[in-house]
């Protein structure tokens, strides 16, 4: 089991850039393939990148492509997720999520953070 808190949500207009932190505890960060979700209001929650163990392998939702980056740096036990050109669609509470295998179902993952807010205004 992984703790994880996340870091680094805010109010942010339309076009501009956020970086994303979560910290996790425990000398196993590095086995676990790390993800970030994200749940807008009245919506269910949906993955956004995920990155293997190594940092080699990363997936994202189409939507987030070319805008977004997921790294990790397992000596800081810290995963990222870099947002660009943000959008009031990307508006959600982001999650970062911990689970055994580079996967974009949220019911493959057991451990989560307490969630971040993200806001972007038009």
């Known amino acids: 089991q992984v703790q994880l808190v996340e870091s680094g949500g805010g109010l942010v207009q339309a076009g501009g850039s956020l970086r994303l932190s979560c910290a996790a505890s425990?000398?196993?960060?590095?086995?676990?393939?790390m993800a970030w979700f994200r749940q807008a209001p009245g919506k269910e929650r949906e993955f956004v990148a995920v990155?293997?163990?190594?940092?080699?392998?990363?997936l994202y939702t189409d939507s987030v492509k070319g805008r977004f980056t997921i790294s990790r740096d397992n000596a800081k036990n810290t995963a990222y997720l870099q947002m660009y050109s943000l959008k009031p669609e990307d508006t959600a509470v982001y999650y970062c999520?911990?689970?055994?295998?580079?996967?974009?179902?949220?019911?493959?993952?057991?451990?989560w953070g307490q969630g971040t807010q993200v806001t972007v205004s038009s």
């Open positions: 999520a911990a689970g055994p295998t580079l996967s974009d179902n949220v019911h493959r993952y057991g451990d």
């Open positions: 425990g000398r196993t960060f590095s086995m676990y393939a």
């Open positions: 990155v293997n163990w190594s940092g080699g392998v990363k």
